[in-house]
């Protein structure tokens, strides 16, 4: 069986869906074997309708299946740049394609994890992560990233309140990323994440 989070190799079948992004309306092409590949997922909604882009600046689009957040955040800041990543190459190749048809490609750049630079700086990281990878795969995942974050960045996390997004805060600021709740909505957390003084474990 496939996953959103490893590559499909079945055939492709493309579809259209519309979506409202930041007031922008958003015709988006989706397809399968990426993650919500028929609408536009219900936690991506709510970090959306919660979050205001920034106006400026670097960000992390962690996880960015065929790119909504990333070209939602594009699209509403031309101040921004946008590294959209993924494991998927399907999903990619869709971020790159949706990029160019609403002309914002100069600005997001969709990559694997292999992409990004080590030494790279984010001022905001937006995810809705792949909590289905499982506890560990995911605390791994999250510590690879979020020290990308600068010294006054900021990420905004969605994790459904039935798939632990309450545990996950607890975690993370035990780790040494403080970690509140900005808002709940349709069952989902919005987590706010900042930098703090990390441990070892």
Known sequence: MSHYFTNDDTAMTTRTIHATIFGNELELTTANG???GTRLDLGTSVLLRTVEPPA?????DLGCGY???????????????????????????????NAEAL?????VNATTPEGIAGDVRYDEIWSNPPIRIGKEALHELLLRWLPHLGDDGVAHLVVSKNLGGDSLALWLSDQGWPTSKLASA???RILTVRPGEQTDA
């Open 67 to 97: 790119g909504p957040i990333a070209l939602g955040l594009a699209v509403a800041s031309p101040g921004i740049t946008v590294d959209a990543v993924d494991v998927n190459e399907r999903a990619l190749a869709l971020t790159r394609r």
């Open 56 to 60: 400026s600046g670097r960000v992390l």
């Open 103 to 107: 002309g914002v490609a100069e600005r």
């Open 34 to 36: 990426v993650f919500s």
């Open 186 to 188: 349709k069952g989902f």
